[in-house]
């Protein structure tokens, strides 16, 4: 730690400042952007094995194996394990893509959670709940979702394909400087109103480009009340804003969360550790590019009627009228809905909860919670898909899967599933899911599916009735 | 990676805001281990209907689109999914540029590392390129032609200009500075 007068004579840093700083191998010149260090690199099937046969093309290996972490959650299957307890993949070509990255995991010496291993889940799940994802790390991953990781302080990002390749050869990456964005929440969210309302909430009000080009910082008395979980569904969803990352400053909460887990620093590393996490959070007066306030009392339940995850309302809010955006007018002939019209009660087939952005253990309670004593409705499908082996094993320690089951819910293995529709979980044409999950876009559920995305609360809530409802009317 | 200098081409538009990477390419054929065949999926769900016949009214399917190598978009282009998959469809069905009025960040960055070259022009420049017409993109000059031959100016960091220019791969670069990542993780060993 410097002395007092060294800190104050230092220029106010934002955590992004700080954490950008320490990793800048190689400083941005007026002709390259900055070589940026990357402490942890996640890797899935999907999007890493063309960049592994880039670097068996150029004869490169991976540089930092003990910097690499894979699992497999896109394309792997979540329905129940045959009798000799292990995973049926019947579709050839996930199959492929999963042997291929089992090979270079092995070639490459790099850690794998597999399929049947008892840590295997959703990347932005496992990273955090081993202990791998800590405040003041640069965390990268082929996949736009890693924003998760941010709310532990870290610096983290999706990459392409290419990048990927860079990272496996170098640890490295070239990268120029985001601009940074504060949200500041104020006040403290009410009862039925969930962090998946207030990060839906933001989107709606900023767009979905509306943080394109800059790295988002949370920050106020409604973030600080949010639990670790809570925060990773908010930073989950900052790509959804178009941002680079989300970060949130380390805090109590944060090392609460931490202690003890797999690779969390221990005993003395810990103390240091804790004491160089406090000092990332960023500094009065520090510079910020754009700044928004947000009002947590005002936000409602809220749930998306669109193809992309700006366009949401209030969940006993009205449809817009397209007032001659041919944009909205697309969006609600694809989703088949009136404007001028409630969403309130609108039937719907198929709840999905589960995903890297609602798919862990607080979720799965709150969606108990409204399950509990009810029966999913006629004609309705409930798929309930833990986020990670360890959500299920404490998910099922709970009772939360009797829970799930007696209602006539689904209760799966972990994976992305019906986020993304790789794996056979998929929405059937036309049809009206209520999805925990991020994204709304035409077919992402399944071609020609029709999502509405919410809260756990609000997704077990329309299981439960068959319709969009206002989960607080089922709240005792 | 292929070279950009220019470029003289129609152009095929998609005039929509906040494209996503999914409809560009769909999740489920994200499932090969190379870059092949993408193009042949490219906006699969947009230009084929359930039973794989061409819808007739999608661009792509329309006579302008037959050689066209720049699609023009509107604004928040490849928003979503970081999958790269998404530029080698595009790539692959022959693109070489997508003239919009901006793009997702992951997006733009993923196209040049590949040779497809996102050109984020002025609104009052974007709305004078009419569908089927013909343009040039001078990378060099950043600036491209419109069919009344207006230039407008296009920016590209100089860094991806240069790679696309000379045709220089950035891994290559930053393998030039394996001494300053040693020195890096030997002042950083102990951690964080």
């Known amino acids: ?476 | 990676m292929q070279r950009f200098r220019t470029l003289t081409t129609r152009t095929a538009a998609l005039p929509a805001d906040n494209v996503d990477t999914d409809q560009i390419i769909p999740a489920r054929f994200l499932k090969g281990t190379t870059r092949d065949g993408l193009g042949e999926r490219l906006f699969a769900d947009w230009r084929f209907d359930e039973a794989g016949r061409p819808r007739p009214g999608f661009v792509l399917n329309r006579p302008e689109a037959r050689g066209a190598g720049a699609l023009l978009v509107g604004r928040n282009f490849g928003c979503g999914s970081s999958r790269e998959h998404a530029v080698w469809a595009l790539r692959g069905f022959g693109f070489r540029a997508i003239v919009g009025l901006s793009f997702a960040d992951i997006f733009r960055a993923n196209a040049l590392k590949n040779g497809l070259l996102p050109v984020a022009l002025e609104p009052e420049f974007h709305g004078r390129i009419a569908p089927g017409s013909e343009i040039t993109i001078d990378l060099e000059a950043q600036a491209l032609t419109l069919p009344d031959g207006t230039r407008a100016p296009f920016s590209i960091e100089p860094f991806a200009r240069h790679c696309l220019l000379e045709g220089v791969d950035e891994l290559d670069f930053i393998l030039s500075h394996e001494a300053s990542i040693a020195a890096f993780e030997r002042a950083h060993s102990q951690g964080g």
């Open chain 1, 1 to 476: 730690m410097n002395d007092g007068r060294t800190e104050a004579r230092a220029p106010a840093k934002t955590l992004f400042d700080k954490v950008w700083d320490a990793h800048v191998v190689h400083p941005a010149t007026p002709g390259t952007p900055a070589l940026l260090y990357v402490d942890l690199h996640l890797v899935h099937e999907v999007t890493s094995p063309q960049a592994f046969r880039m670097l068996r093309e150029r004869g490169l290996r991976v540089r930092r194996p003990d910097r690499t972490v894979a699992t497999m959650d896109h394309s792997t299957p979540t329905t129940p394990r045959g009798g000799d307890g292990q995973f049926r993949v019947d579709d050839p070509e996930a199959a492929a893509q999963i042997a291929e990255l089992e090979a270079n995991c092995r070639a490459s010496g790099i850690p794998l959670h597999a399929l049947g291993d008892d840590s295997q889940g959703i990347v932005h799940v496992i990273g955090p709940e081993l202990g791998l994802t800590q405040p003041g790390l640069t965390v990268v991953c082929g996949d736009s979702h890693t924003s998760t990781h941010g709310a532990f302080g870290a610096l983290a990002f999706g990459i392409g394909t290419s990048e990927v390749a860079h990272v496996l050869a170098t640890q490295c990456l070239l990268a120029a400087k985001p601009k940074s964005f504060a949200v500041s929440v104020e006040g403290s969210l009410a009862p039925g109103v969930t962090a998946k309302d207030l990060i839906l909430g933001l989107i709606a009000r900023i767009g979905t480009g509306g943080a394109s080009g800059h790295v988002l910082e949370y920050r106020g008395p409604a973030i600080r009340a949010l639990s670790m979980e809570e925060r990773m569904t908010v930073c989950n969803m900052s790509i959804e804003a178009g941002a680079r990352a989300g970060m949130i400053a380390p805090d109590d909460t944060t090392f609460a969360y931490l202690a003890g887990r797999p690779h969390a620093p221990r005993e003395g590393a810990w103390d240091a550790a804790v004491a160089r996490w406090r000092g990332l959070a960023s500094d009065d007066g520090a510079y910020v590019d754009r700044e928004e306030r947000l009002d947590a009392a005002a936000l409602e339940p809220m749930i998306t009627y669109g193809t992309n995850p700006g366009a949401a309302i209030p969940v006993r809010g009205t449809l817009p009228e397209p007032n001659g955006s041919p944009m909205l007018e697309r969006a609600l002939e694809y989703m088949g809905l009136t404007p001028g019209r409630p969403l309130l009660g609108h039937p719907i087939d198929v709840v999905f909860i589960g995903s890297c952005t609602n798919g862990r253990l607080s979720d799965l309670r709150q969606a108990a919670g409204i399950f509990a004593g009810r029966k999913v409705a006629g004609g309705v499908r409930a798929l309930v898909v833990p986020g990670s082996q360890q959500v299920k094993r404490q998910a099922e320690a709970e009772g939360l899967d009797r829970v799930f089951r007696e209602a006539g819910a689904e209760w799966r293995e972990p994976g992305c599933s019906m986020c993304i529709a790789m794996n056979g979980d998929r929405l059937e044409p036309g049809r009206y899911a209520v999805s925990t999950s991020n994204r709304n876009f035409e077919g992402r559920q399944g071609p020609g599916g029709r999502t509405f995305l919410a809260s756990p609360l609000t997704a077990a809530a329309a299981a439960v009735t068959g319709r969009i409802t206002d989960a607080r009317e089922l709240m005792s």
